[in-house]
């Protein structure tokens, strides 16, 4: 149980950080999402693994449960990093229509001058 | 137990969807609001400061569960007069936004604005490791919001850059507390003072490893120098951002 969660983890986040580090708009869109499920994972494995037990606390008999704390923290996490990325895609899809290209990096060698333009022409 | 202490927190988050949904066509009537808004929070924040002056520390439990196990706002002078610093600086930017017309250019620049303040706000009231995520990533996506202000080519890619950036941020701030959770078991931060301080040897090194995470996650969103080099492009398009680095 414990080397299967954290191989998950291991392997999402290897995955998630090769395709960030691609740095075109799809590949990073991705690799984002791949490492919010990485984490989301690792949050819910940070309450200690424990199989059938119910995330509550039995006032009488056995007090046999799983913390409910990361879940409620994981279940946050979920909602905040989907949001974002429904933002990013959002954002990626608009700098890609403006840009004609995916990249991430700004090296393009007119930015200032295309900057200052669209200062003055403000 | 004052309920200023959430007033903060409370006021831009009311004032903010009131302005996008109300006032998103009349732009004097926005600015109005959010000068008014802007005005009462820097009134409020003087008070807080005031009720913090003598050194006590004031903590406001929200649904009044007990501290370990609820989330509580803390009021103590260093938050106090960070909500003052805030409050002062959201005045200046918004002159500055309103007398330069920049504020016109896009539809929200007012809901987006207070958005942010009450992300500020939060973040430095709350007593919480993972309620500072949660205030922190609604003060990021407010700030996505204005980052991207106006539009244009140069303005987006800068803005897909900043947004990528602070995804990456995220996930490192939630492996932190993932890592100070599973060592500690809290995540209220006075809480996690007294529970570091009791932690036996073997486990120092995790909680090495968190405080060395949130370094780093802190270092990206405030641009410290290894890792800054995100910031000129993003500057370069917006000016405001120096408010968006203050909490870290």
């Known amino acids: 149980m414990e080397i299967v969660v954290a191989s998950s983890v291991g392997v999402l986040t290897a995955g998630g950080v090769y395709l960030v580090l691609r740095l075109r708009a799809f590949p990073v869109i991705l690799g984002l999402a791949l490492m919010s499920y990485a984490v989301n994972v690792f949050l819910f494995a940070t309450g200690r693994l424990a199989i059938n037990a119910p995330p509550v606390l039995q006032l009488y008999g056995e007090a046999t449960y799983s913390d409910p704390l990361p879940q409620a ?14 933002v990013l895609v959002m954002v990626a899809l608009g700098a890609y229509l403006e840009a004609d290209h995916d990249q991430i990096n700004m090296d393009s060698p007119n930015t200032d001058e295309d900057m200052s333009n669209k200062e003055t022409g403000a | 137990m004052s309920h200023w202490i959430i007033a903060p927190v409370i006021l831009p988050a009311l004032l903010a969807p009131i302005i996008a949904f109300v006032m998103r066509h009349d732009i004097s009537l926005a600015r109005a609001a959010s000068f008014a808004g802007t005005i009462a929070l820097a009134a409020i924040t003087v008070g807080l400061l005031i009720m913090s002056a003598d050194g006590s520390t004031h903590v406001y439990t929200l649904g009044n569960w007990p501290a370990p196990f609820g989330i509580v706002l803390v009021l103590d002078r260093l938050s106090a007069i960070m909500l003052l610093l805030t409050a002062a600086l959201a005045l200046i930017v918004l002159l500055h936004a309103t007398a330069t017309g920049w504020d016109n250019r896009g539809r929200h620049f007012h809901a987006l604005f207070q958005f942010q303040i009450m992300g500020i706000c939060g973040a430095f009231l709350t007593g919480d490791a ?21 539009g244009g080519r140069v303005r987006l890619q800068a803005g897909l850059q900043y947004v990528v950036m602070n995804l990456a941020g995220s996930t490192l701030f939630l492996f932190a507390l993932g890592t100070l959770y599973a060592a500690t078991g809290t995540l209220n931060i006075a809480d996690l003072a007294l529970k570091v301080r009791e932690l036996p040897v073997e486990d120092a090194a995790l909680i090495r490893v968190a405080a060395i995470l949130l370094m780093v996650v802190f270092a990206i969103k405030a641009a410290l120098f290894p890792v800054q080099f995100w910031l000129p492009a993003t500057t370069r398009t917006r000016r405001r951002l120096w408010l968006r680095c203050l909490p870290s």
Request: hydrophobic share 70%; aromatic share 18%; charged share 5%.
């Open chain 1, 73 to 86: 923290l994981v279940l946050t996490a979920i909602v905040i990093s989907f949001g974002m990325t429904a």
């Open chain 2, 130 to 150: 993972f309620n500072l995520f949660v205030f922190f990533e609604v003060l990021l996506i407010a700030s996505y919001g204005l980052m991207i202000h106006g």
